[in-house]
Structure formats: C-alpha cells, structure tokens
C-alpha cells in the first residue's frame, strides 16, 4: 500500500509564502510524475504543477513565475514553494503520484493521491 502524506499548508497574507511538502511512503520501486492540484470551493480539481522523475517541470500558466515545484526521488518527495500569494490561490492542495511501481508487482503502475491541506490567502 502507498501513501501520500501533505503537510505545510495554513494561512497567510496576500503577498506571502509558504512551502508544502508530500512524501510518499510504501513498497515504492519508482514513482514517474509527481505533481500538485488544487480544488477551490464550487470549482473542479486542477494541475498545479508536475515534475517528472528526470526533473521536467509543468506549471499552471496562473502561477508560473510565483510558484516553484521540486522533487527528492531519493526520499519520494516533491515540494511546492508559493510565492507572491493571492486570495485566488485559496485551495485544497492535493498531492499526486503518477506511474508508481511497486516492488514485487512488476508491468503494473498506479496512481495515488494524497488527502490535501488547505490553503488560505487572506487579503
């Protein structure tokens, strides 16, 4: 069994910061894409960003230059730096994990996701 566990999420003022962080733990052999998503009240789950096993990133065109994916394949984590925040970047951030095998169930991939934590700008 694999889990995705998010921290780092909280309030904070417009214009600020914060850092969330996943980790992914379980009978992990390798994970392909690893990635944030975001679902605000009344609205539908959407990409963030996502970064690849070799470190090719994919952000969301409303936060590109403020928002700063990065991943550890050592540890199976991927972190999300948001910067320059907005009342509009108020979500459920969700954590995701595209392509994982697992050790011993060769030819088979599977994907996860993480419970979420909340994001709160205030203006």
């Known amino acids: 069994q694999v889990q995705l566990v998010e921290s780092g999420g909280g309030v904070v003022q417009a214009g600020g910061s914060l850092r969330l962080s996943c980790v992914a733990s379980?009978?992990?052999?390798?994970?392909?894409?690893m990635g944030w998503y975001r679902q605000a009240p009344g609205k539908q789950r959407e990409l963030v960003a996502d970064?690849?096993?070799?470190?090719?990133?994919n952000y969301a065109d409303s936060v590109k230059g403020r928002f700063t994916i990065s991943r550890d394949n050592y540890r199976n984590m991927v972190y999300l730096q948001m910067n320059s925040l907005r009342p509009e970047d108020t979500a459920v951030y969700y954590c995701?994990?595209?392509?994982?095998?697992?050790?011993?169930?060769?030819?088979?991939?599977?994907?996860?996701w993480g419970q979420g934590t909340q994001v709160t700008v205030s203006s």
């Open positions: 995701s994990a595209v392509g994982v095998e697992i050790i011993g169930v060769p030819n088979h991939q599977y994907d996860y």
């Open positions: 379980g009978n992990i052999y390798s994970i392909n894409d």
């Open positions: 970064v690849t096993s070799g470190g090719r990133t």
